[in-house]
């Protein structure tokens, strides 16, 4: 990242706004940025980690040619993620997510991600064995509601994030969501933090900026 470690600190637009100025090289800040957000959502749809990597570097690469599209009316972050969702969607032919009718929600939604909540306990997952078990868990949860509580509790994003990325209402957000937790409390009973869950590792993300960056010069040229 020599050159542009210096730039770390710019807002997103900013960067999107210098970018199409013409400092390309600045759209390294932004896959290092999200890799994390996008490669959870790959593994939460059951992905494997090469395929994972390729939508990623799909969903950058079509960002990047539509970038003259943003138009900030919802975060860079955010719109990532429904281009991530999409791709994933298409690989997997399946259907569109279908909103459900809200039901009274017993537990109290109090906008604290589930894991927050638990950290009292002081309980923490230590081997890589029991990450494994948790992550076989979280892909047998049905999709719909698997992504929600991924973008939701793995990847911190807010209710209304997440309404926008899914194109489905709050209140239908916070219904899967509160669903996607009962049901991972059926099988898990102990404490996990989301780090460790579709753990992303820095060489994935080296290995797909590269790659991106050399697709998007050879596009240029």
């Given at each position: 990242m020599t050159g542009i470690k210096q730039y770390e600190i710019l807002s997103d637009p900013e960067i999107v706004s210098r970018i199409l100025s013409g400092e390309i090289a600045l759209y390294e800040i932004i896959m290092r940025r999200y890799n994390p957000y996008l490669f959870k959502i790959g593994r939460s749809y059951g992905f494997n980690q090469p395929d994972t990597e390729d939508l990623i570097q799909d969903s950058y690469l079509s960002a990047y040619t539509n970038l003259e599209k943003f138009e900030n009316r919802s975060t860079l972050k955010t719109w990532l993620v429904k281009i991530m969702l999409n791709n994933c969607y298409h690989k997997t032919q399946k259907?569109?997510?279908?909103?459900?009718?809200?039901?009274?929600?017993?537990?109290?939604?109090?906008?604290?991600?589930?894991?927050?909540?638990?950290?009292?306990?002081?309980?923490?997952?230590?081997?890589?064995?029991?990450?494994?078990?948790?992550?076989?868990?979280?892909?047998?949860?049905?999709?719909n509601y698997?992504?929600?509580?991924?973008?939701?509790?793995?990847?911190?994003?807010?209710?209304?994030?997440?309404?926008?990325?899914?194109?489905?209402?709050?209140?239908?957000?916070?219904?899967?969501?509160?669903?996607?937790?009962?049901?991972?409390?059926?099988?898990?009973?102990?404490?996990?933090?989301?780090?460790?869950?579709?753990?992303?590792?820095?060489?994935?993300?080296?290995?797909?900026?590269?790659k991106v960056l050399i697709k998007i010069q050879e596009k240029n040229n």
């Open positions: 259907f569109s997510f279908r909103n459900e009718i809200p039901s009274v929600i017993t537990e109290k939604e109090s906008g604290i991600p589930m894991f927050t909540q638990q950290l009292n306990t002081g309980k923490a997952i230590m081997n890589n064995e029991l990450k494994h078990i948790l992550e076989e868990a979280l892909v047998q949860i049905p999709e698997r992504t929600v509580f991924t973008l939701r509790e793995l990847n911190g994003m807010s209710t209304r994030e997440t309404s926008e990325a899914l194109g489905i209402s709050e209140a239908n957000v916070k219904v899967r969501l509160k669903r996607a937790k009962d049901m991972l409390r059926k099988e898990i009973k102990k404490m996990y933090s989301p780090e460790e869950i579709f753990e992303f590792n820095l060489i994935y993300c080296n290995r797909i900026v590269e």
